[in-house]
């Protein structure tokens, strides 16, 4: 069975880019074979480290969920441009946009792929921070139940021990033929021959 061992030891591609947001500029990470791992940072050095634990994570998530797991592929197999058939009125729009902002078109539709990219490695980050959230709450409420039946336990051992040491202090007593010696005893109705049998005897009557 191939283990996160084995999918660290290969070499998944790490691809670097740099952009900018509100004049900010920042390195995004991704590692195109495993979808939605990727990572920023203001460093590349930054960027790749962040990456690199944030596939070790994406790996044991999918290791523990039982999901296929994408193996390194050669960048031999792409070229880097492919023909796209699109709609005229898409053509002329996606022109516009692009000449608006100072761009080509291919740079415009490239920008728009990146950014369609990023918002999807967010988003399926987010969901599996929430598998992971749903899967520790799952996990607190189990230890939660095995905390309540040990108190419960505890409670019933506690609650056997104050029998046991009432017994031992009181054996006859428990079962009703002697009067312990520090308990009130009416020996009589009448109040004139009530007595107190304790470390010190006052009777009255």
Known sequence: MKNLDYYLSLPYNIVIRQDEEDGNKY?????????????IGVSYEQAINNVNEHKIAWLEA???????IPEPVSEDLYSGKFLLRIPVKIHMRLSKEAENEGLSLNQYI?????NHIDNRIILEG???LDNKIDLMKAEACKTSAKVMHLQNELLNVRRSLGNL???QQYPQSIEG???PTNVISLQSKSPRNLSYYGPEILSAG
């Not at 390195?27 to 990572?39: M, N």
């Not at 999918?62 to 296929?68: Q, T």
């Open 27 to 39: 390195i995004i990470a991704e590692i195109p074979e495993l979808p939605g791992c990727g990572a």
């Open 62 to 68: 999918n290791i523990d969920a039982g999901l296929p």
């Open 110 to 114: 490239r920008k728009q792929l990146e």
């Open 126 to 128: 987010l969901h599996r």
């Open 165 to 167: 040491h009432i017994s």
């Open 177 to 179: 033929s002697q009067t």
